[in-house]
């Protein structure tokens, strides 16, 4: 049987899922729903959301968005706005591709200077 690789978070990796768990939870009891509804809404397990509302660091990202967005917890909005906007998604979608277009294509390490002064 294969080893488990032990990943290191750092700290603020481990807090941010930490408060998107307590965020996707508060947001769940407030609209009345149980876990098994909400997993069943996400097509996911019972115990992977509560892996996602306590924290855990392990799981599909994708599903702890779409829990996020079934329970209406604002990840990628402005403040201040009541629901999602697909536009401002898109907006911030192309803003990022333009920077990326100004970006190397690749990352290298610069290469070491020849110290060739005897």
Same mark, same amino acid.
């Given at each position: 049987m294969p080893r488990?690789?032990?990943r290191n978070y750092s700290l603020y990796t481990k807090e941010?899922?930490?408060l998107l768990g307590i965020?996707?939870?508060n947001a769940? &009891?407030?609209k009345r729903m149980t876990i098994e509804e909400l997993a069943e809404r996400a097509s996911t397990s019972p115990n992977f959301v509560r892996r996602v509302?306590?924290?855990g660091l392990t799981g599909e990202i994708g599903v702890a968005f779409e829990l996020a967005f079934i329970v209406g917890v604002p990840l990628f909005q402005p403040e201040?706005?009541?629901t999602p906007n697909p &536009?401002?998604?898109n907006y911030k979608?192309?803003?990022a591709l333009q920077k990326e277009a100004l970006l190397p294509q690749s990352a290298r390490k610069p290469r070491e200077t020849v110290k060739d002064d005897f």
């Amino acid at each position: 049987m294969p080893r488990k690789k032990v990943r290191n978070y750092s700290l603020y990796t481990k807090e941010a899922c930490r408060l998107l768990g307590i965020l996707i939870r508060n947001a769940r &009891k407030e609209k009345r729903m149980t876990i098994e509804e909400l997993a069943e809404r996400a097509s996911t397990s019972p115990n992977f959301v509560r892996r996602v509302e306590k924290g855990g660091l392990t799981g599909e990202i994708g599903v702890a968005f779409e829990l996020a967005f079934i329970v209406g917890v604002p990840l990628f909005q402005p403040e201040n706005t009541g629901t999602p906007n697909p &536009k401002y998604l898109n907006y911030k979608i192309s803003e990022a591709l333009q920077k990326e277009a100004l970006l190397p294509q690749s990352a290298r390490k610069p290469r070491e200077t020849v110290k060739d002064d005897f």
